[in-house]
């Protein structure tokens, strides 16, 4: 999403839809939207929710409905327009549709509720075998099968190399793809999610670290009077969030059993904080005996970066009063909450709430320790 200021410019919502191939709505259609909600969060599954008009004799009643232009595994592409610039808040499928019927006239409502592409890679599970390829080669493969919906692939190698041996293993695959995928990224501290754009009908289909460096998103701003651009912002410090791992492996040999040191978990997440938060849970990964040395690191990494973020914040906004449209999975400055909780932040999910006349976001946050690394934000 481009870093555009929205000022008091008009905020477009385009609605695309088809079985596979995605084409503008009929204006009847958008001009019946009465609500429309998207959720992004980062390691999920994004989802969406709109509300449309009802009219008995509308189009929408009349023909669409009746041809099933609303059944399920529809695709739907939502995009905004501002000032020129063009953003993809969600390419996905509807999952289910519903009917308010009401006495009253204009009451009656078609509510539409569905998921990201990535509800494609969870609908057939699969088993097989991925002979001497390593765990982002594997990944990679299977993104590869969804390319006809757009879909392409952003890999970022394991950080811990896992070379594959085919005479000792080959990893097997039981599930479906989008099981498989969080799987591979759970045991090597990595996401795995679609990111929609950045034309209408292409989505990156994004496998790796949390991506927390480059440049900063317009800070959000509380308790400074006129310069406020937030309505509400919580913070939360949960000491029983951070986990200190350990991890085993035994030599095939001599059946000697080896503790593993503790691993650095920079090159995953960089840091936000200057200090991290205290360590109050203790934890051994079970079943790393019987794992290769490289994969017992992997998982150990995993599991230390997974749960760093002790510190988590909430709240909403108005775009228009804010500026900018805040972006999921990217870093963000925070000022006016004090020393402890200001500086920048993961921005963990956003929640699009679109209305006529109205645009609005809830939001979560998260780092791993408190006090900023930095004095200044990006105003």
């Not at 905020?11 to 998207?38: C, F």
């Not at 402890?340 to 932040?345: E, Q």
């Amino acid at each position: 999403m481009a870093d555009e200021p929205i000022g008091t410019s008009p905020v477009n919502l385009t609605i695309q839809m088809g079985p596979k191939l995605a084409r503008p709505v009929p204006a009847e259609v958008s001009e019946a939207l009465l609500s429309a909600q998207i959720t992004l969060t980062a390691g999920e599954r994004s989802g969406f929710q709109l509300a449309f008009d009802l009219t008995k004799n509308g189009l929408i009643a009349r023909r669409l409905l009746p041809e099933r232009a609303f059944d399920p595994k529809t695709r739907l592409i939502l995009t905004t327009t501002i000032r020129g610039t063009q953003t993809v808040l969600m390419d996905g499928l509807i999952t289910r549709h519903e009917i308010g019927a009401s006495n009253r006239p204009g009451q009656s409502t078609l509510t539409v509720t569905g998921e990201d592409l990535s509800l494609l890679m969870d609908l057939e599970e699969r088993a097989g075998g991925f002979a001497n390829l390593a765990p982002a080669q594997r990944a990679e493969r299977i993104i590869r099968q969804y390319a006809d919906y757009g879909i392409e692939p952003l890999i970022i190698r394991e950080q811990i190399e896992q070379p594959p041996r085919q005479d000792v293993r080959i990893d097997f695959q039981s599930g479906t793809d989008l099981q498989y995928l969080n799987e591979l990224a759970r045991a090597n501290g990595y996401t795995f999610y679609l990111d929609p754009g950045p034309r209408p009908g292409r989505s990156t289909a994004y496998w790796g670290p949390q991506q927390r460096l480059g440049e900063r998103q317009h800070a959000l701003t509380v308790n400074m009077d006129a310069a406020n651009t937030v309505e509400q912002l919580t913070f939360a410090y949960d000491g029983t969030a951070r986990e200190e791992p350990s991890a085993r492996v035994q030599d095939p040999v001599t059946r000697e059993s080896t503790l593993l040191p503790q691993p650095v978990i920079d090159p995953l997440r960089p840091p936000l904080a200057r200090e991290p938060t205290q360590t109050l849970k203790r934890t051994t990964l079970p079943g790393t005996a019987k794992k290769t040395r490289a994969e017992a690191e992997a998982e150990l990494l995993a599991r230390a970066a997974t749960s760093a973020d002790a510190i988590s914040g909430s709240g909403s906004l108005d775009v228009t009063r804010h500026g900018y449209v805040l972006r999921p999975r990217e870093l963000v400055g925070v000022r006016g909450a004090g020393v402890a909780y200001d500086g920048d932040y993961f921005v963990t999910s956003v929640t699009h709430n679109l209305r006529p006349g109205s645009y609005r976001q809830n939001f979560t946050l998260s780092r791993e320790g408190l006090i900023a690394r930095s004095d200044t934000v990006r105003p």
